[in-house]
């Protein structure tokens, strides 16, 4: 399995980005599939995850401004982010988790909040 995650880039507070992760891998329909993000000087954090059943969950910090969602027929899953904050600067990694427990993970795209 490998995962090419893309989208990062600079964005103004309060704007808006969406990051694409997209898996070589099938059936991609069985991972549960995440978001994490690592700041400077932090460690790595869960942000957002969504199951083969296309039930999801975020971190607290996120809920109400990131949507993760998955298109199975495309093998991708997306982090839509809004209301971006300079604390979400982060470098966000892809990971995906098949139901016997391997685990995957992508490359890191660099998201920076920033006036």
């Known amino acids: 399995v490998q995962l090419q995650a893309s989208g990062g880039g600079l964005v103004q507070p309060g704007g808006s980005l969406r990051l694409s992760c997209a898996a070589s891998?099938?059936?991609?329909?069985?991972?549960?599939m995440a978001w994490y993000r690592q700041a400077p000087g932090k460690q790595r954090e869960l942000v957002a995850f969504?199951?083969?059943?296309?039930?999801?969950n975020y971190t607290d910090s996120v809920k109400g401004r990131f949507t993760i969602a998955r298109d199975n027929a495309r093998n991708t899953v997306y982090l839509q982010m809004t209301s971006l904050k300079p604390e979400d600067t982060a470098v966000y990694y892809c990971?995906?988790?098949?139901?016997?427990?391997?685990?995957?993970w992508g490359r890191g795209t660099l998201v920076t909040v920033s006036s």
């Open positions: 990971n995906a988790k098949r139901p016997d427990g391997m685990n995957v």
């Open positions: 891998t099938s059936p991609f329909s069985v991972y549960t």
């Open positions: 969504i199951t083969s059943s296309s039930n999801s």
